[in-house]
Structures are given as structure tokens and as C-alpha cells.
């Protein structure tokens, strides 16, 4: 866990260095990660630089959190475009529906009735299924979709 007494004032600059504040984003312009995410070297150990910014910035993270990236770019680092939260609320804050959605909504799958509406709202949360409904028109089952996450999640922007 990284400590705002592990960060000396060089190490500091040089992270600051590769940050281009020249924009509200503060973006990280140095090395990164397969994911996207920034590789900082902070007292001798590499650390992601969102996490490290969040440290120097705002504070230490607590034990157990992450730092989640509202805007879903992960060359970020601003304090402002980031927030604490536990993994199950970084899990669940996700733009999109996943690879292998057949609908390409998030939360909206094909119905299983042969007869019916063809569409079907499934969230999942905590390991258990809720349902939103079954629907004839995707886009009012993607926002029965986000309404269902909006209920269901903690940080409630139920994209």
C-alpha cells in the first residue's frame, strides 16, 4: 500500500513531470500498462499512476479500496476524474455491455420465449440474478437496464 510518507519530494517532480496538466484531465504521458492504466515508479516500487495521484492529492486509500476512473479513461490521473471505492463498485461502474452480449446493451439479453417480447433485462448483483422485464423495444429495455442498475448499485450512474 502506497503512503503519502513512502512519496519523496523527487520522486514527486518526477511523476509530476509526466503529467500534462495543459487540460481539466491531467493526463499521464508516460509508460502504461496492457490495460491502459499508467506505470509510475514511486519509492522503488511500481505503483498505477491514477492511485499515486489520488495519494499525492487527496490522501492516503484506505486498505481494500481502489481508485475507480469516473470517466472510464484510464490515462487520467486529476482527483477529480477519480473516485474511492471498493472493487465490487469498480466492478459495477462499466460502460457497455460486454464482449459477448448478443444485444450490445449492458443488462439486455435476447428472451428465451419463442412467442413474446424479445428482449429481457438482467442485472446482476451481489451473485443474484434481478429482473427488469421483457420488452419489444431494445432502447426502452436499455433504459429499463440502467434504471434496474441505478436501484441496485452503490455508486447509482447506472451506465
Same mark, same amino acid.
Given at each position: 500500500?502506497? +503512503?503519502?510518507? *513512502? ?12 503529467? *500534462? ?14 490495460? %491502459? ?10 505503483? +498505477? @499512476? ?23 479513461? $484510464?490515462? &487520467? ?13 469498480? @466492478? ?8 459477448? @452480449?448478443? $444485444?450490445?446493451?449492458? %443488462?439486455?439479453?435476447? @428472451?428465451?420465449?419463442?412467442? %413474446?417480447?424479445? &428482449? ?6 451481489? %451473485? ?7 420488452? *419489444? *423495444? #431494445? ?8 434504471? #434496474? ?11
Amino acid at each position: 500500500m502506497l +503512503t503519502v510518507a *513512502d512519496i519523496s519530494e523527487a520522486d514527486a517532480a518526477r511523476f509530476w513531470s509526466k503529467v *500534462d496538466k495543459t487540460n481539466g484531465c491531467w493526463i499521464w504521458r508516460a509508460a502504461k500498462n496492457q490495460q %491502459g492504466y499508467g506505470r509510475a515508479r514511486v519509492a522503488g516500487k511500481y505503483h +498505477t @499512476s491514477h492511485r499515486v495521484a489520488w495519494t499525492l492529492v487527496m490522501g492516503e486509500i484506505e486498505a481494500g479500496q481502489v481508485v475507480d476512473h469516473i470517466c472510464f479513461n $484510464t490515462s &487520467y490521473v486529476n482527483p477529480k476524474h477519480l473516485r474511492v471505492a471498493s472493487q465490487k463498485q469498480n @466492478s459495477e461502474h462499466l460502460r457497455g455491455a460486454t464482449v459477448r @452480449s448478443k $444485444t450490445g446493451i449492458r %443488462g439486455v439479453i435476447p @428472451s428465451s420465449q419463442k412467442v %413474446g417480447k424479445p &428482449y429481457r433485462v438482467v442485472v446482476r448483483h451481489h %451473485g443474484r440474478k434481478y429482473y427488469g422485464g421483457t420488452f *419489444d *423495444d #431494445l432502447h426502452v429495455a436499455e433504459q429499463a437496464a440502467v434504471r #434496474l442498475r441505478s436501484e441496485l448499485f452503490t455508486h447509482a450512474d447506472g451506465r
